[in-house]
T-cell receptor
């Protein structure tokens, strides 16, 4: 099973709202990732968790707050976003088995900030 | 600055032809190479991974890697209209971490016309 699930599929929020994106995988992967993708651009890495610990934060603004409650779940908490944060947010997971750490992406959450 | 460059598209081929997608990378110690397919409005789907020099075949897809030339390619034989998508080349550098921080190319849009 190479499935990563994400909820919700679509999210519309105002700039003062607080919302969360959720990601789940049951492949036993111990690395999980958040990416942001704008139209006609490749995915941009935001955060990496390995063994449930934050390993990489790509200088992402603090209005994005990741959380990894356990080895299967990854959340992204959103607060006071800007319209330019509208994008496709992708979760991915991989094994921790260098170099064979193929990343599998979830379907994404399409976020619109009004 | 680690870079991944893909041949500029869009690439248009007739149904049944071979589509050739190319990618070069700047980091000489890169060790893992991936091709993702992304349909419009969907998330990236891993279609090929390659780690050692030479060819790797999977159905109609062949990935080719030449580390000396820092070049990786994807051939799609007997192209079908359903292959029309954006193809993303992604490269992971060696060392440092066991999880995969990928550098993506800008993507090549492939159109297969009947």
């Amino acid at each position: 099973d190479t499935e990563v699930t994400q909820t919700p599929k679509h999210l519309v929020m105002g700039m003062t709202n607080k919302k969360s994106l959720k990601c789940e995988q049951h492949m036993g992967h111990r690395a999980m990732y958040w990416y942001k993708q704008k139209a006609k651009k490749p995915p941009e890495l935001m955060f990496v968790y390995s063994y449930e610990k934050l390993s990489i934060n790509e200088s992402v603004p603090s209005r994005f707050s990741p959380e990894c409650p356990n080895s299967s779940l990854l959340n992204l908490h959103l607060h006071a976003l800007q319209p330019e944060d509208s994008a496709l947010y992708l979760c991915a997971s991989s094994q921790l088995a260098d170099p064979y750490n193929e990343q599998f992406f979830g379907p994404g959450t399409r976020l619109t900030v009004l | 600055q680690k870079e991944v460059e893909q041949n500029s598209g869009p690439l248009s081929v007739p149904e049944g032809a071979i589509a050739s997608l190319n990618c070069t990378y700047s980091d000489r110690v890169s060790q893992s190479f991936f091709w993702y397919r992304q349909y419009s409005g969907k998330s990236p789907e891993l279609i090929m991974s390659i780690y050692s020099n030479g060819d790797k075949e999977d159905g109609r897809f062949t990935a080719q890697l030449n580390k000396a030339s820092q070049y990786v390619s994807l051939l799609i034989r007997d192209s079908q209209p359903s292959d029309s998508a954006t193809y993303l080349c992604a490269v992971k550098s060696a060392g440092g971490t066991s999880y995969g921080k990928l550098t993506f190319g800008q993507g090549t849009i492939l159109t297969v016309h009947p």
